[in-house]
């Protein structure tokens, strides 16, 4: 009941609030009220998840095979939270401000259920409708601001992302033409008897389309320009909610449907994260606009992710997993301080920049302690350095654009401060991420929890 209820609120919600002026104060509060209560509805599931393992419904009271099969395990409802708290933390940022378009609050709530629905479906084409419906709302709030720039932004995502979409779909046809089915169980179960060319050639799909959403190397010319251009609870959105598409896609179809696949091409993995890391970092340090920095910047943390991906294993497994959930926090926060000004937000931005560069005690230390203790386990001194060195990249441009945004006075808005609950919401976010770093035990049961599901391959 609860797994279905957590995708039922907010698709409903997004529905009904389709029709009505997301400009009014008290519409927007409703969007965020909703996904208040997603969020809540996602905690009890997670509970229930962790408390007595995988759950599993079909929707409608069809047998399985007809109705669209619904699964809850560690993993995604990890996603889950995780996303519609970034969603939640976004929606009251511009409520708090002032939202500018009446689409906002029933496109944010609509991504919500797109974003819930993938995380907890066991089936592949479900898994792509729900894809699709993620992906349309994103598309329409890249565009949010109407100004040229959010509109430049809007028409390269939207571009690119429809190939990745495409190519996505041709995996899936892929997938039914080769097991005759599309249940994620049963895909799983007869891959291993599918030609190993045409598997390699499916997986690839999925790892192509996954890594645009991610924006990796080389897949990431889009991201500079969207993230750049996007208003920054849209930029927060797209960096911290649904690049979670990405991450989550790698982990599920990589470790869930194609492991043999994913273990011949760990070695390329690694590579591509690294060069990630390296391009990313190197052209954010170039970089002298905050919004600017940060967009490089995020294809360099996702190459992170990859690189733990690609040394595969239990330890790798956990890395990637937490990884992609501080990163998520991380960029959340630092786009929604870029657009606040203000008494705190200077000590918020520095708690979420000591983050990416992995400087104690914010929760960025935890994540690349597991990222280190990944290259140790795989005894590479290699790519020890790389972490090394991508951390101190990452302290570099991080010093930098903290000096230019908040050591030099402009005279145009020194004078200009936020609301105060904009400023105190993004104080919460940086005390998250503090605090999540002076008691990393959940993150990292929670990691933990997520990757024995991920491998056990279903309900407990």
């Keep these: 009941m609860v797994l279905s209820t957590s995708l039922l609120v907010p698709w409903v919600a997004g529905v009904l609030l389709v029709g009505l002026d997301g400009r009014r104060r008290v519409v927007s509060w409703l969007a965020v009220g909703v996904l208040a209560v997603d969020l809540a509805v996602l905690g009890a599931l997670a509970a229930d998840v962790f408390a007595g393992g995988g759950r599993e419904v079909v929707t409608g009271g069809w047998p399985a095979g007809v109705g669209i099969v619904l699964r809850a395990d560690a993993l995604g409802v990890a996603f889950g939270l995780l996303s519609v708290l970034v969603l939640l933390a976004a929606a009251v940022h511009e409520a708090i401000g002032g939202v500018r378009s009446r689409t906002f609050p029933c496109l944010v709530v609509l991504l919500a259920a797109g974003l819930t629905g993938l995380f907890v479906t066991a089936d592949v084409f479900s898994f792509y409708v729900f894809f699709e419906l993620a992906m349309t709302a994103a598309y329409a709030l890249s565009a949010y601001g109407g100004k040229r720039r959010q509109l430049r932004a809007a028409l390269v995502f939207t571009a690119v992302n429809l190939l990745g979409s495409f190519i996505f779909l041709l995996s899936v046809a892929g997938v039914y033409r080769v097991t005759g089915t599309l249940a994620m169980e049963q895909v799983a179960a007869r891959m291993p008897d599918v030609n190993p060319n045409a598997a390699v050639l499916i997986s690839a799909g999925f790892f192509i389309a996954f890594s645009v959403k991610l924006g990796l190397f080389p897949f990431h010319f889009w991201l ?145 302690l597991e990222l280190f203790r990944t290259g140790v386990v795989a005894g590479s001194t290699a790519l020890v350095v790389l972490l090394v060195a991508g951390s101190a990249l990452s302290l570099v441009y991080m010093f930098q654009v903290y000096q230019h945004r908040f050591w030099r006075t402009d005279p145009l808005t020194a004078t200009t401060a936020s609301p105060l609950p904009q400023r105190l919401l993004t104080a919460a976010l940086a005390l998250l991420v503090v605090a999540a770093g002076l008691w990393p035990e959940p993150l990292l049961v929670l990691s933990g929890h997520a990757v024995d599901a991920l491998m056990a391959g279903g309900p407990e």
Aim: aromatic content about 8%; glycine content about 16%; proline content about 5%.
């Design 224 to 368: 500079p320009t969207v993230y750049a251009g996007a208003r920054p609870a849209v930029a927060a959105i797209l960096s911290g909610a649904v690049a979670n598409i990405g991450a989550y896609g790698l982990l599920r179809f990589g470790v869930g449907l194609f492991p043999e696949q994913l273990r011949l091409a760990g070695v390329t993995l690694v590579i591509l994260g690294a060069v990630s890391i390296v391009y990313g970092g190197v052209l954010a340090v170039a970089r002298g606009d905050t919004a600017e920095m940060l967009a490089y910047s995020a294809i360099g943390q996702v190459g992170y992710v990859l690189v733990a991906l690609g040394v595969g294993g239990p330890v790798g497994l956990v890395a990637a997993v937490l990884y992609s959930v501080i990163n998520s926090l991380n960029k959340a926060l630092l786009f929604l301080a870029s657009g606040v000004r203000g008494p705190l937000i200077a000590a918020a931005f520095a708690a979420g920049a000591f983050s990416v560069a992995g400087v104690p005690p914010a929760v960025g230390f935890v994540g690349k």
